[in-house]
Structures are given as structure tokens and as C-alpha cells.
């Protein structure tokens, strides 16, 4: 489980074998699971928007504030480590990450969000990011167009990228973008 809790990003981790689940569907025991919590570098506020589970640790999307700039994040926890790719903020707006899924190769991460918004209405750019697992860095970003924004991302078996996303006067489109980075 992964979101913000008093300014911070967080990361909640339960063993598989933690706690037992009756017939009934609920759990035998309280699990207590392992949290870990951090702050961009510089932010005032954190928040993980989408996490991935990928070889031993896990991967987090979301956006951070600096300064009233809100910029987007990546970043990967194996145990207890934080490890987190440049802040991606390429305008004064609000630049944020909402979603996150992992190729079959395991060696990397896309992220979608939006650039640009104003917080309200139809406004930005949406935004499509490779991030590539070994040191969590930009590799490249797409902005498919006419949306404003897309709120998911899958990676199909033959390593197509479907993008959800929104588009003016209400509507919403399904895009599959390539490893590449083109995106029709």
C-alpha cells in the first residue's frame, strides 16, 4: 500500500505469509506489515500515487511540493532504502505522476501523469515516462496527442504500452505507445 500520511510518502509491505487468511475472508491475526516513509529531497509534501512491485523491491509514482511547485516523483525502496530518480518538474504548474507499470523484462518502470495543469479544467499535457530500474533513471518521455492527461498505464505481453487518458470536451482515449517512445 503506498500514499501520504502527514506530508510524506509511504510504503506499506505485509509478508505473504504475515497473516492467514479464515474461509471467511478475513485475516487471523493483525498484520503489522513493514512502513517506510520518506520526503522528496527538498519537498514540503510527498505523495505516492502508484506502486509497483518489481524483483526484491518496489517502485513509487506519485508528485511532490517545493515551494508551491509541484513536480513529479520516482522512486524505488528495497528493504528500507529510498533511492529517488530526479525530480521531473518542466514547468511552474503541476507536473505529477498518477500511475505506474512495469515491462516483462524488469528493466524498467513507466509512468504516466500530466504537465503543465493549472488544477483545474482541461489544461496540460498528458505525459508518458521511461524510467529505467537500474538507478531509477529518465530514459524518455513522450506527450501523446490531443490528451491532457492519463491516469493509467499496463504493459501488454508483447511490450506495447496502453496509456488511459483524458482528452478535451470530456472524453477519454486508449493509446498503446511503443518501448521507444512513439505514441500515436
Do not use: K
Amino acid at each position: 500500500v503506498a500514499g501520504a500520511r502527514d506530508g510524506e510518502a509511504f510504503l506499506t509491505n505485509w509478508g505473504a505469509s504475515e497473516c492467514t487468511a479464515t474461509p471467511s475472508g478475513s485475516c487471523a491475526c493483525p498484520p503489522t506489515g513493514t512502513t517506510v516513509a520518506f520526503q522528496a529531497t527538498g519537498a514540503a509534501y510527498t505523495e505516492a500515487r502508484a506502486v509497483v512491485a518489481l524483483g526484491s523491491g518496489f517502485y513509487l509514482a506519485g508528485f511532490s511540493d517545493i515551494g508551491g511547485d509541484y513536480g513529479g516523483m520516482v522512486a524505488r525502496i528495497a528493504s528500507t532504502v529510498v533511492t529517488q530518480a530526479p525530480r521531473w518538474n518542466p514547468t511552474t504548474l503541476i507536473d505529477a505522476y498518477t500511475a505506474l507499470a512495469a515491462d516483462a523484462t524488469g528493466s524498467a518502470v513507466y509512468a504516466t501523469g500530466t504537465m503543465g495543469w493549472d488544477g483545474s479544467g482541461e489544461s496540460g499535457s498528458a505525459v508518458l515516462a521511461r524510467y529505467g530500474t537500474a538507478g531509477v533513471t529518465s530514459e524518455c518521455q513522450v506527450n501523446p496527442a490531443g490528451a491532457w492527461a492519463c491516469w493509467d498505464v499496463v504493459v501488454d505481453a508483447l511490450g506495447g504500452i496502453v496509456v488511459g487518458c483524458l482528452v478535451p470536451g470530456g472524453g477519454s482515449t486508449l493509446r498503446r505507445c511503443l518501448p521507444t517512445g512513439v505514441c500515436p
